[in-house]
């Protein structure tokens, strides 16, 4: 049967889109009959200590020779030089999110360094896998491009559709005496617009609304730190609510209680968030980035080019202002969750790819 050696920086059950795709993957994989054999890396990477590159020397040169070792991109680009040194007897497949050096939020020279470091582990790859079809340009603008490039775009859970802070999500009447709910779900950090989002909803007209913001607050606490001082300028602390990571139980009640999802995001490979709002049959509010329009269409939602707070501001006041135009989203978002891909499917895809390369043991 097939084997893989998959190695994680961090822990695989890390609640964010990168590690959710890695673990659904793993586990998509051994049910369709691979040998999956996830190996943890240290979790400083992207910027590895000393002990994290010599943990990931140890952890390589126990591989048997000529087996398929897929590593997470956070990691992968960061060893450039073990890559090259182990090219010789492991075959290499880079999974990359997002290239280290497009990172939002970069030094010049971070970046650089990033970009030269991972183009040397990326030439070292038997193949490159890429987690959505947005993530292919931005290889090329760093002179990432790899001979054999395969996407598998993540799948969704089917989920129940959300109640919505009426009950159902589409009584108008109670709606408009209750407080819309708006639910955003995404790590804080540079690159998901939470600043953007808060200016935007500060210069609404009016604040008939409440935001939950689910997501970590912890992994980058620079963020963390000045979006709590712009909500308390703008005097949002009572209308925006920051809950932290969630657990699915958690998440799935946010979700249920939610009428709009809302992401501003700058940068998105896909939008896993985006396409679990969609699975709630929620309406999105969003940027038009990574696979946002693909998801989102014309009829679940409204999208706006990333970074322009003035254009989140009007789609933002169109859909708190118009409930006819938010039920007829809230319908859109319904048809559209009924074809989104599932996870069985993105497995499926990855298997294939992964057949380029891996040989039945």
Request: aromatic residues 4%.
């Amino acid at each position: 049967m097939p084997a893989l050696v998959f190695l994680v920086p961090g822990r695989l059950e890390t609640p964010t889109g990168g590690y959710i795709y890695d673990r659904r993957m793993a586990e998509g994989l051994r049910r369709l009959g691979w040998v999956v054999d996830v190996r943890q890396l240290d979790d400083t990477f992207p910027y590895p200590t000393p002990y994290a590159l010599e943990h990931a020397a140890r952890v390589l040169a126990e591989i048997r020779a000529g087996a398929t070792v897929m590593v997470d991109g956070l990691a992968f680009g960061a060893m450039a030089d073990l890559v090259e040194r182990e090219a010789s007897r492991l075959r290499f497949v880079a999974l990359v999110h997002l290239p280290l050096a497009a990172d939002i939020g970069l030094d010049r020279d971070t970046a650089a360094r990033f970009e030269a470091d991972e183009r040397r582990a990326l030439g070292a790859a038997s193949l490159l896998i890429v987690t959505g079809t947005a993530t292919l340009p931005l290889l090329d603008a760093h002179g990432l491009k790899h001979e054999r490039t395969v996407v598998v775009e993540p799948g969704t859970d089917i989920a129940p559709l959300a109640g919505g802070s009426a009950g159902d999500g589409l009584d108008r009447d109670r709606l408009q005496r209750a407080p819309l709910r708006l639910v955003c779900v995404a790590t804080l950090n540079p690159g998901k617009g939470h600043e953007i989002l808060f200016r935007a909803l500060a210069a609404l007209p009016h604040r008939h609304w409440r935001l939950t913001c689910a997501g970590s607050t912890t992994r980058h606490p620079a963020t963390t730190e000045r979006l709590r001082e712009l909500l308390r300028a703008e005097r949002l602390e009572s209308l925006v609510t920051l809950v932290g990571e969630l657990d699915a139980t958690g998440l799935a009640e946010l979700y249920d209680e939610s009428d709009v999802f809302v992401l501003a995001t700058l940068q998105e490979t896909y939008g896993m968030a985006v396409a679990e709002a969609l699975a709630r049959g929620l309406p999105v509010v969003g940027t038009t980035t990574g696979a946002l329009p693909e998801l989102v269409g014309d009829v679940a939602g409204l999208l706006v080019p990333p970074g322009n707070v003035d254009a989140l501001r009007k789609a933002l006041g169109t859909v708190l202002d118009d409930a006819e135009l938010r039920a007829r989203l809230t319908a859109g978002a319904r048809k559209v969750r009924e074809r989104l891909p599932t996870w069985e499917q993105a497995a499926v895809g990855m298997a294939r790819a992964l057949a380029l390369v891996t040989h039945d043991e």
